[in-house]
T-cell receptor, first 114, second 113 residues
């Protein structure tokens, strides 16, 4: 099992450009998440999808959109990138349920917005 | 509102010595507590969690953590540190009835040979 995979690994964008970060998991998990990691701030939740067909905002959703394409895939889109979105982005997945579950993380995407 | 604090940005310890990485939390309701570890250029990996039961939780790679309800703490410990334990450690908290996990800012552990 590959676990959680993310593409691309690295990306450089110019301000105003758009891009989509891809995430897929092969653990049959119902729930998926997008986080950003910034120095000294830990991980902050951007969006999550409790189950296929649903998405909800996290702590820092502004400037992002998500799509839960199917049970395996959860993409994050930056419509008009800004330098403040320079960060490392992590996708994660977990089992279903309303209770907090252990999350499994992908390797991350490093994004630089110039 | 839930929150988690890791009061130390960095912890330095000599190989073979015991290590402690501190975490305190605030939630309404009963807490779910996690420790994750991040090695350079990698995603976070689960180490251990406390849901209910024994206050001392044992996890991967010889790590353990003690849940202290009165002090609202969940410190990570290991009796004998290894150089390979050097990494970034995150404490995280959720709560019964909630769905989202809140992560601390992380503590960088350096183990010197």
């Amino acid at each position: 099992n590959a676990g959680v995979t993310q593409t691309p690994k690295f990306q450089v964008l110019k301000t105003g450009q758009s891009m989509t970060l891809q995430c897929a998991q092969d653990m049959n998990h119902n729930s998926m998440y997008w986080y950003r990691q910034d120095p000294g701030m830990g991980l902050r939740l951007i969006y999550y999808s409790a189950s296929e067909g649903t998405t909800d905002k996290g702590e820092v959703p502004n400037g992002y959109n998500v799509s839960r394409l199917n049970k395996r895939e959860f993409s994050l889109r930056l419509e008009s990138a800004a330098p403040s979105q320079t960060s490392v982005y992590f996708c994660a997945s977990s089992e279903a349920g309303t209770l907090v579950k252990t999350q499994y993380f992908g390797p991350g995407t490093r994004l630089l917005v110039l | 509102a839930q929150s988690v604090a890791q009061p130390e940005d960095q912890v330095n310890v000599a190989e073979g010595n015991p290590l402690t990485v501190k975490c305190t939390y605030s939630v309404s309701g009963n807490p779910y507590l996690f420790w994750y570890v991040q090695y350079p250029n990698r995603g976070l990996q689960f180490l251990l969690k406390y849901i209910t039961g024994d206050n001392l939780v044992k996890g991967s790679y010889g790590f353990e953590a003690e849940f202290n309800k009165s002090q609202t703490s969940f410190h990570l410990k290991k009796p004998s540190a290894l150089v390979s334990d050097s990494a970034l450690y995150f404490c995280a908290v959720g709560h019964t009835g909630g769905f989202k996990t809140i992560f601390g800012a992380g503590t960088r552990l350096f183990v010197k040979a």
